[in-house]
């Protein structure tokens, strides 16, 4: 986590006293990212096996809160470009090719290579129950593709008008519904941001025209830094005594 935190005070640093104008999100800046991301994602997962790479042990969360972040922007940003387009072809291109299709294939060999015997019914029914993936670590598969389903809901049905709302209850009902079955907080933490996601993509240039100002943002920077790392040490708190 001082990694990130000294990534994030670099980056801030070159943008107040760099000579640079800023930069918004785009298809070209954010597909370079959600690269680092993957990586940063993989290199969480080793430091379990290799302490030399313990740095990233506790970066996993932040990591994935950010693809899922940029998912809900790109999922509002490519319907606002193209809506009925976009909709027609959405499950096809977002859930078939870019979720399903790949897990499904990464699932077949797992099975084949490290599970051949196991008993898909009664993993099935640990899923449900307790939130226990067959796939170790495919938790995140899941939770996206409801968010993918209920974003298409509620754009196709209701033309994106209230798709803040539709997001904003199926996720209150969502962190229920898996908290009540035990599910651990993976499942609804780094979810959360999805949402959020969408909402800085349907009003992004009012937002731009607050923090264009650079009094505004050299001051809001160091705030939301300041509070990344309160949270955090909060957080290394309660897993102290819980």
Not at 31 to 38: E, H, M, T, V
Not at 65 to 80: A, T
Not at 90 to 110: M, N
Request: hydrophobic content about 55%; aromatic content about 20%; charged content about 10%.
């Amino acid at each position: 986590m001082i990694l990130f935190g000294l990534c994030i005070l670099l980056l801030y640093t070159i943008s107040v006293f760099g000579k640079g104008d800023l930069c918004f999100f785009s298809k070209d800046k954010v597909l370079p990212l959600k690269a680092i991301l993957a990586i940063g994602i993989v290199l969480h997962h080793l430091s379990y096996e290799f302490g030399f790479l313990s740095e990233f042990h506790s970066l996993g969360p932040v990591l994935l809160s950010i693809f899922f972040f940029i998912s809900g922007y790109g999922l509002m940003r490519q319907f606002e470009n193209s809506r009925e387009r976009y909709l027609a072809a959405f499950f096809k291109k977002r859930v078939l090719f870019a979720v399903l299709l790949p897990f499904i294939i990464s699932a077949a060999v797992y099975f084949a290579v490290l599970q051949p015997d196991i008993n898909i019914c009664y993993a099935i029914k640990v899923f449900f129950s307790s939130g226990n993936v067959i796939v170790p670590n495919s938790w995140f598969v899941f939770a996206i593709l409801l968010y993918y389903i209920f974003f298409w809901l509620s754009c196709k049905l209701l033309n994106g008008k209230y798709v803040i709302a539709v997001l904003s209850v199926f996720t209150i009902a969502y962190i229920l519904f898996t908290v009540s079955l035990g599910y651990a907080r993976h499942w609804y933490i780094e979810i959360l941001v999805f949402p959020f996601g969408v909402i800085y993509s349907k009003y992004e240039n009012k937002l731009q025209t607050i923090y264009m100002h650079k009094r505004i943002y050299m001051m809001v920077a160091p705030v939301c830094l300041i509070a990344i790392c309160l949270f955090y040490v909060l957080g290394v708190k309660y897993n102290e005594l819980y």
